[in-house]
């Protein structure tokens, strides 16, 4: 079956744009969650959906980050006036849900955002 | 502060040989999982660990859990080319009643094997 797809998958902007990253999650996954994977490190949690609400937003940077799950499936990574430091791959995963506990997160293969 | 430590960060072996990597997390957790990343692709899962003591092989690599000591390894048998990849530990820090999922991912190995 289909797995999470990202686009794009490259994407190089230019200090202080906007910039959004679209994942679709693997279709019946409750569960989404969004990461950032500099180099040579291991991906770092930005925020988590369950449903359509975010769970937990905790890894956010700052507040030129959002992210929003509409319907509760595909989401959206917006990033404003974006900064070089931003440059990074941004990774999305689902998973499915039960009894209230997520399970094994299943990734996409990736956005990685150049910010020049 | 939540820590996931793996050592090593770097290895180079040569086929045929065996090999372990350590994952040292400080937070209490009742799940760990290991995944594959190689380069320029996303992350391959290979095991989830829940409980003390759980042990799961997948041909040759072989990963265990020991939930008191907060120690997770993932040891590799004769070790073949294929394998070369980083491989990364997370887990799933309990809190708030043990709903959050987001993992908590340590540096990664980046494992190199050697004809």
């Known amino acids: 079956g289909a797995g999470v797809s990202q686009t794009p998958s490259n994407k190089v902007t230019e200090k202080g744009k906007y910039v959004e990253l679209r994942c679709d999650p693997i279709?019946?996954?409750?569960?989404l969650y969004w990461y950032r994977q500099s180099l040579g490190q291991g991906p770092e949690f930005l925020i988590y959906f369950q449903g359509t609400g975010a769970a937990d937003d905790s890894g956010l940077p700052n507040d030129r980050f959002f992210a929003v799950r509409p319907e509760g499936s595909v989401s959206t990574l917006k990033i404003q006036r974006t900064e070089r430091g931003d440059s990074a791959v941004y990774l999305c995963a689902s998973s499915p849900t039960s009894g209230g506990r997520t399970d094994t997160q299943y990734f996409g293969p990736g956005t990685r955002l150049t910010v020049l | 502060e939540l820590k996931v430590e793996q050592n090593p960060l770097f290895l180079s072996m040569q086929e045929g040989k065996n090999y372990t990597i350590y994952c040292n997390y400080s937070?209490?957790?009742?799940?760990l999982y290991w995944y594959r990343q190689d380069p320029g692709k996303s992350l391959e899962s290979l095991f989830v660990?829940?409980?003390?003591?759980a042990v799961k092989q997948e041909g040759r690599l072989m990963a265990s859990l020991d939930t008191k000591a907060r120690l997770s390894t993932l040891h590799i048998t004769a070790a073949v080319h294929d394998l070369s990849a980083t491989y990364f530990c997370a887990v799933v820090p309990l809190n708030y009643g043990g709903s959050q999922g987001n993992l908590i991912f340590g540096k990664g190995t980046k494992l190199s094997v050697k004809p």
């Open positions: 660990l829940l409980s003390n003591g």
């Open positions: 937070t209490t957790s009742d799940r």
């Open positions: 279709s019946g996954h409750t569960a």
